[in-house]
């Protein structure tokens, strides 16, 4: 018979430090090393059955003990009794949770929303929808960074926080506040001086309060840091937009 646990009514945050948070503020705590690294994996697989064979390898690596089914058990049990959601399926385990429950669903959910309301044509919803997605992120030192395996989907997902912050820009930009986002694009061009986006952004909000001098002072610093540090040209966008401020 698949156990269950019996659920509790708890906040998981992955998108920073690991946090499992319960409805009344206080913290569990999960000792050691082992319980964190089988609760991120289930976390960043949630609603999705992670096979035994991927959370021995997960554990123990290349030399799991002889006794690694039952210890993975005895792990699983421990997150179970302390209420998380684990079941037993499809040969391996799996954590069912609500998108609300878990703070990379939550963004995935508002990202997606966010998409759609911007293909639609609806940037203040679009905005609303993808800044609510990036305030999941509690820190850019996700709890991954500290579980090597989960590398590769701390790489990926960093990448798409990048992106989802240049959609969000390009929909704010799209409803008249390029004053309100200089800051953040000024803080943005100089922590990623190679994301010709970002310039681009950047160059367009300085435009648009007036400030011609400056944007192309932007434009012409991404210039020289893709020439140094790649050996390539501005893209077509960057330089169209240079193009315009350029013609008025």
Same mark, same amino acid.
């Given at each position: 018979m698949t156990k269950t646990a019996v659920k509790e009514d708890f906040r998981f945050s992955v998108l920073g430090p690991l946090t499992v948070a319960a409805q009344d503020g206080s913290h569990v705590s999960l000792r050691g090393s082992l319980l964190p690294a089988l609760l991120t994996e289930l976390l960043f697989h949630a609603n999705r059955c992670v096979p035994t064979r991927r959370l021995v390898e997960v554990l123990w690596g290349d030399t799991p003990p002889k006794s690694y089914v039952s210890n993975l058990h005895t792990y699983v049990s421990r997150l179970r009794d302390r209420g998380i959601p684990i079941e037993q399926a499809g040969g391996g385990y799996r954590i069912s949770l609500d998108v609300t429950d878990l703070d990379l669903l939550t963004f995935h959910a508002e990202v997606d929303a966010g998409r759609h309301a911007a293909r639609a044509g609806d940037y203040p919803r679009a905005a609303r929808h993808l800044r609510r997605a990036l305030e999941q992120w509690r820190s850019p030192e996700m709890c991954a960074m500290d579980q090597p395996h989960l590398e590769l989907e701390a790489v990926r997902l960093e990448t798409e926080r990048i992106t989802v912050i @240049?959609? +969000?820009v390009d929909a704010e930009? =799209? +409803? &008249?506040? =390029?004053?309100? *986002? #200089? &800051? @953040? #694009?000024?803080? *943005?061009?100089?922590q990623y001086p190679l994301r010709e986006r970002f310039a681009a952004q950047s160059m367009r909000a300085l435009a648009a309060v007036g400030r011609r001098a400056e944007a192309l002072q932007v434009y012409q610093a991404t210039r020289r840091a893709l020439v140094d540090q790649l050996g390539i040209e501005p893209g077509r966008q960057l330089r169209h937009v240079h193009e315009m401020i350029l013609n008025g």
């Amino acid at each position: 018979m698949t156990k269950t646990a019996v659920k509790e009514d708890f906040r998981f945050s992955v998108l920073g430090p690991l946090t499992v948070a319960a409805q009344d503020g206080s913290h569990v705590s999960l000792r050691g090393s082992l319980l964190p690294a089988l609760l991120t994996e289930l976390l960043f697989h949630a609603n999705r059955c992670v096979p035994t064979r991927r959370l021995v390898e997960v554990l123990w690596g290349d030399t799991p003990p002889k006794s690694y089914v039952s210890n993975l058990h005895t792990y699983v049990s421990r997150l179970r009794d302390r209420g998380i959601p684990i079941e037993q399926a499809g040969g391996g385990y799996r954590i069912s949770l609500d998108v609300t429950d878990l703070d990379l669903l939550t963004f995935h959910a508002e990202v997606d929303a966010g998409r759609h309301a911007a293909r639609a044509g609806d940037y203040p919803r679009a905005a609303r929808h993808l800044r609510r997605a990036l305030e999941q992120w509690r820190s850019p030192e996700m709890c991954a960074m500290d579980q090597p395996h989960l590398e590769l989907e701390a790489v990926r997902l960093e990448t798409e926080r990048i992106t989802v912050i @240049e959609e +969000c820009v390009d929909a704010e930009l =799209a +409803c &008249g506040k =390029a004053g309100e *986002l #200089l &800051g @953040e #694009l000024d803080t *943005l061009v100089r922590q990623y001086p190679l994301r010709e986006r970002f310039a681009a952004q950047s160059m367009r909000a300085l435009a648009a309060v007036g400030r011609r001098a400056e944007a192309l002072q932007v434009y012409q610093a991404t210039r020289r840091a893709l020439v140094d540090q790649l050996g390539i040209e501005p893209g077509r966008q960057l330089r169209h937009v240079h193009e315009m401020i350029l013609n008025g």
